[in-house]
């Protein structure tokens, strides 16, 4: 049985919806990628258990960089964890959408007010082209400060 999106979501989504997005290896084993740097630090493997992948990822980002990958607890000889940050999936499949007349939709004009507030909150990382992953809304609150919400696309 292959393995469900969700048990790689950076991966399916980096070869789904966020293709136009992805800089994929350069030696075109296709078993690594990565977001564009302008995008997110994020990178995925298509499979964590093969050293091909890393050798992939390797050649895609080459030594000594900082790359993100998601669900990783150990990685292989010769990588080294440098931060790790604990995370929850969140799965709705009975989600009821309402109207929200107060939301703004944001867009690349939008940028230099998200990357402040970013600067201000450090939610994580945020560059200028990520706005374009996924829809970006601003929620008015009691602070009268813009909350950001862009969405992970999976196929």
Known sequence: MPPH??????WASLCGPHAPFAV?????????????DDVSPFAALADPAD????HDLRALTGPGQVVGLTGLLDPPDGWETVGSVPG???VDTGLR???A?????????DVPEMLDLVALTQPG???PRTVE???ATRLPNSLNTAVVVLLFRTP
């Not at 999106?5 to 950076?10: F, S, T």
């Not at 994929?24 to 564009?36: E, K």
């Not at 050293?51 to 890393?54: F, Q």
């Open 97 to 99: 959408a309402e109207p």
């Open 88 to 90: 929850v999936q969140l």
């Open 51 to 54: 050293p091909r992948a890393w």
């Open 101 to 109: 007349p107060e939301a703004v939709r944001l867009g690349p004009a």
């Open 125 to 127: 990382p945020f560059l």
């Open 5 to 10: 999106i969700l048990d790689n979501p950076a």
């Open 24 to 36: 994929p290896a350069l030696d075109g084993g296709g078993r690594a990628t990565r977001y564009r």
């Open 133 to 135: 992953l996924g829809r």
